[in-house]
Protein backbone atom coordinates (compact mmCIF):
# COMPACT_ATOMS: atom_id res chain seq x y z
CA UNK A 1 0.00 0.00 0.00
CA UNK A 2 1.22 3.43 -1.06
CA UNK A 3 1.88 5.59 1.81
CA UNK A 4 3.85 7.09 4.78
CA UNK A 5 5.05 4.14 7.24
CA UNK A 6 5.94 4.96 10.70
CA UNK A 7 7.97 2.87 13.25
CA UNK A 8 7.35 1.53 16.46
CA UNK A 9 3.85 2.73 17.16
CA UNK A 10 4.47 2.72 20.72
CA UNK A 11 7.91 2.92 22.28
CA UNK A 12 9.04 3.66 26.30
CA UNK A 13 12.11 5.02 26.78
CA UNK A 14 14.12 5.53 30.03
CA UNK A 15 15.84 9.12 30.69
CA UNK A 16 18.80 9.74 28.52
CA UNK A 17 18.19 6.63 26.45
CA UNK A 18 18.15 7.38 22.35
CA UNK A 19 16.16 5.92 19.84
CA UNK A 20 15.38 6.63 16.43
CA UNK A 21 11.55 6.91 15.05
CA UNK A 22 11.25 5.59 12.01
CA UNK A 23 9.37 6.90 9.02
CA UNK A 24 9.58 5.57 4.94
CA UNK A 25 7.34 6.80 2.17
CA UNK A 26 6.90 4.98 -1.58
CA UNK A 27 5.57 7.99 -3.42
CA UNK A 28 8.31 9.60 -4.46
CA UNK A 29 7.68 12.70 -2.33
CA UNK A 30 10.64 15.37 -1.50
CA UNK A 31 9.07 17.05 0.60
CA UNK A 32 8.52 14.88 4.05
CA UNK A 33 7.89 16.38 7.68
CA UNK A 34 8.44 15.39 11.40
CA UNK A 35 6.01 17.18 13.94
CA UNK A 36 4.86 16.39 17.26
CA UNK A 37 1.85 16.66 19.44
CA UNK A 38 1.40 17.60 22.66
CA UNK A 39 -2.33 17.14 23.98
CA UNK A 40 -4.24 20.60 23.38
CA UNK A 41 -1.53 21.88 21.62
CA UNK A 42 -1.64 21.18 18.12
CA UNK A 43 1.19 19.94 15.99
CA UNK A 44 4.65 21.19 15.84
CA UNK A 45 6.93 21.20 13.54
CA UNK A 46 10.42 19.62 14.34
CA UNK A 47 12.34 19.16 11.04
CA UNK A 48 11.66 18.88 7.40
CA UNK A 49 13.51 18.25 4.25
CA UNK A 50 13.04 19.20 0.90
CA UNK A 51 14.92 16.12 -0.53
CA UNK A 52 17.35 13.49 -0.27
CA UNK A 53 20.61 15.25 1.51
CA UNK A 54 18.83 18.38 2.49
CA UNK A 55 17.14 19.07 5.83
CA UNK A 56 16.58 22.00 8.11
CA UNK A 57 15.18 23.01 11.43
CA UNK A 58 11.12 23.73 12.29
CA UNK A 59 9.68 25.13 14.81
CA UNK A 60 11.08 22.92 17.61
CA UNK A 61 13.92 21.09 17.10
CA UNK A 62 16.29 20.81 20.09
CA UNK A 63 16.83 17.46 21.40
CA UNK A 64 16.30 15.81 17.51
CA UNK A 65 18.27 14.96 14.70
CA UNK A 66 17.46 14.10 10.88
CA UNK A 67 18.95 13.01 8.12
CA UNK A 68 17.78 12.29 4.36
CA UNK A 69 19.78 10.06 3.12
CA UNK A 70 17.40 8.51 0.45
CA UNK A 71 14.32 9.63 -1.09
CA UNK A 72 11.94 7.25 0.71
CA UNK A 73 13.57 7.40 4.63
CA UNK A 74 13.53 10.09 6.46
CA UNK A 75 14.45 9.03 10.24
CA UNK A 76 14.30 11.49 13.36
CA UNK A 77 16.47 10.97 16.33
CA UNK A 78 16.28 11.55 19.87
CA UNK A 79 19.84 11.30 21.44
CA UNK A 80 19.13 12.04 24.90
CA UNK A 81 15.87 11.33 25.94
CA UNK A 82 13.92 13.47 27.91
CA UNK A 83 10.36 13.77 29.86
CA UNK A 84 9.54 16.28 27.72
CA UNK A 85 9.96 14.76 24.87
CA UNK A 86 6.87 12.34 25.58
CA UNK A 87 5.02 12.84 22.62
CA UNK A 88 2.91 11.63 19.69
CA UNK A 89 4.84 11.75 16.76
CA UNK A 90 3.93 11.76 13.22
CA UNK A 91 5.58 12.00 9.96
CA UNK A 92 4.41 13.19 6.67
CA UNK A 93 5.32 13.66 3.18
CA UNK A 94 4.02 16.48 0.35
CA UNK A 95 2.96 16.14 -3.18
CA UNK A 96 3.51 19.03 -5.48
CA UNK A 97 1.27 18.18 -7.81
CA UNK A 98 -1.69 17.07 -5.68
CA UNK A 99 -0.86 20.02 -3.11
CA UNK A 100 -1.75 17.26 -0.41
CA UNK A 101 -0.03 15.82 2.46
CA UNK A 102 0.25 12.24 3.64
CA UNK A 103 0.47 11.27 7.02
CA UNK A 104 2.03 8.03 9.09
CA UNK A 105 0.24 6.38 11.40
CA UNK A 106 2.31 8.03 14.23
CA UNK A 107 4.71 6.71 16.74
CA UNK A 108 3.53 7.50 20.60
CA UNK A 109 6.63 7.91 22.95
CA UNK A 110 6.85 7.67 26.52
CA UNK A 111 10.10 9.21 28.16
CA UNK A 112 9.99 8.04 31.95
CA UNK B 1 4.58 34.15 9.72
CA UNK B 2 1.61 31.66 9.22
CA UNK B 3 -0.70 31.23 12.03
CA UNK B 4 -4.23 29.22 12.53
CA UNK B 5 -5.95 29.86 15.30
CA UNK B 6 -8.87 27.67 16.91
CA UNK B 7 -10.44 29.29 19.91
CA UNK B 8 -12.72 26.99 20.75
CA UNK B 9 -10.75 24.49 22.87
CA UNK B 10 -13.68 22.10 23.31
CA UNK B 11 -17.41 21.56 23.00
CA UNK B 12 -20.06 18.82 23.58
CA UNK B 13 -23.00 18.87 21.93
CA UNK B 14 -26.10 16.40 22.17
CA UNK B 15 -26.39 14.25 19.18
CA UNK B 16 -28.74 16.25 16.00
CA UNK B 17 -27.65 19.17 17.07
CA UNK B 18 -25.72 21.62 14.43
CA UNK B 19 -22.02 22.63 15.80
CA UNK B 20 -19.95 25.27 14.04
CA UNK B 21 -15.71 24.49 14.59
CA UNK B 22 -14.13 28.06 13.97
CA UNK B 23 -10.78 29.06 12.27
CA UNK B 24 -8.73 32.00 11.80
CA UNK B 25 -5.75 32.23 10.12
CA UNK B 26 -3.03 34.80 9.22
CA UNK B 27 -0.24 34.73 6.38
CA UNK B 28 1.32 36.93 4.11
CA UNK B 29 0.75 35.08 0.80
CA UNK B 30 -1.67 35.57 -1.65
CA UNK B 31 -1.69 31.56 -2.55
CA UNK B 32 -2.40 29.46 -0.22
CA UNK B 33 -4.38 26.19 1.20
CA UNK B 34 -6.28 25.62 3.64
CA UNK B 35 -7.25 21.94 5.23
CA UNK B 36 -9.20 20.56 7.88
CA UNK B 37 -7.80 17.35 9.51
CA UNK B 38 -9.92 14.75 11.79
CA UNK B 39 -8.12 13.07 15.02
CA UNK B 40 -10.53 10.10 16.19
CA UNK B 41 -9.75 8.47 19.56
CA UNK B 42 -8.14 5.47 17.31
CA UNK B 43 -5.25 8.99 17.02
CA UNK B 44 -4.48 8.80 13.06
CA UNK B 45 -5.18 12.17 11.41
CA UNK B 46 -7.96 12.00 8.45
CA UNK B 47 -8.36 14.68 5.55
CA UNK B 48 -11.40 16.16 5.68
CA UNK B 49 -10.99 18.63 2.85
CA UNK B 50 -8.34 21.22 1.30
CA UNK B 51 -9.58 24.61 -0.20
CA UNK B 52 -7.23 27.17 -2.02
CA UNK B 53 -7.20 30.67 -1.60
CA UNK B 54 -8.67 31.90 -5.13
CA UNK B 55 -11.96 29.18 -4.46
CA UNK B 56 -13.64 31.10 -2.09
CA UNK B 57 -16.89 28.91 -3.05
CA UNK B 58 -18.38 27.17 0.02
CA UNK B 59 -18.61 23.67 0.04
CA UNK B 60 -20.99 20.76 1.04
CA UNK B 61 -20.40 16.97 1.59
CA UNK B 62 -22.70 15.15 3.28
CA UNK B 63 -23.37 16.53 6.68
CA UNK B 64 -20.21 18.55 6.44
CA UNK B 65 -20.28 22.20 5.05
CA UNK B 66 -16.98 24.33 4.94
CA UNK B 67 -17.45 28.75 4.74
CA UNK B 68 -13.99 30.03 3.44
CA UNK B 69 -14.41 34.05 3.77
CA UNK B 70 -10.95 35.79 2.67
CA UNK B 71 -12.30 39.06 4.16
CA UNK B 72 -12.16 37.44 7.52
CA UNK B 73 -9.51 35.13 7.34
CA UNK B 74 -11.59 32.37 8.82
CA UNK B 75 -12.48 28.63 7.33
CA UNK B 76 -15.05 27.99 9.35
CA UNK B 77 -16.50 23.90 9.17
CA UNK B 78 -20.37 23.31 10.34
CA UNK B 79 -21.06 19.21 11.14
CA UNK B 80 -25.14 19.25 10.51
CA UNK B 81 -27.31 16.80 12.34
CA UNK B 82 -23.88 15.85 14.63
CA UNK B 83 -23.77 12.15 15.40
CA UNK B 84 -21.15 10.37 18.02
CA UNK B 85 -19.03 8.90 15.32
CA UNK B 86 -18.02 12.59 14.97
CA UNK B 87 -16.71 12.93 18.17
CA UNK B 88 -12.89 13.90 17.56
CA UNK B 89 -10.09 16.35 17.88
CA UNK B 90 -10.61 18.38 14.56
CA UNK B 91 -7.61 20.19 13.40
CA UNK B 92 -7.77 23.49 11.02
CA UNK B 93 -4.12 23.87 8.72
CA UNK B 94 -2.44 26.19 6.23
CA UNK B 95 -0.04 26.13 4.11
CA UNK B 96 1.31 28.79 2.16
CA UNK B 97 2.19 27.89 -1.53
CA UNK B 98 4.90 29.87 -2.49
CA UNK B 99 8.49 27.58 -2.66
CA UNK B 100 9.97 29.55 0.36
CA UNK B 101 8.19 28.58 2.71
CA UNK B 102 8.87 24.62 1.63
CA UNK B 103 4.82 24.17 1.87
CA UNK B 104 4.68 23.83 5.53
CA UNK B 105 2.03 22.93 7.49
CA UNK B 106 0.89 24.99 10.13
CA UNK B 107 -1.96 23.55 12.35
CA UNK B 108 -4.46 25.33 15.03
CA UNK B 109 -4.24 23.45 18.62
CA UNK B 110 -7.54 21.58 17.48
CA UNK B 111 -10.81 21.62 19.21
CA UNK B 112 -12.06 18.40 20.75
CA UNK B 113 -15.83 17.78 19.79
CA UNK B 114 -17.82 15.45 21.95
CA UNK B 115 -21.08 14.76 21.01
CA UNK B 116 -23.64 12.83 23.26
CA UNK B 117 -26.16 10.65 22.67
Known sequence: ?112 | AQKVTQAQTEISVVEKEDVTLDCVYETRDTTYYLFWYKQPPSGELVFLIRRNSFDEQNEISGRYSWNFQKSTSSFNFTITASQVVDSAVYFCALSEASGGSNYKLTFGKGTLLTVNP
Not at chain 1, 98 to 112: D, E, H, I, K, P
Request: glycine share 10%.
Open chain 1, 1 to 112: NAGVTQTPKFRILKIGQSMTLQCTQDMNHNYMYWYRQDPGMGLKLIYYSVGAGITDKGEVPNGYNVSRSTTEDFPLRLELAAPSQTSVYFCASFNRVMYGYTFGSGTRLTVV
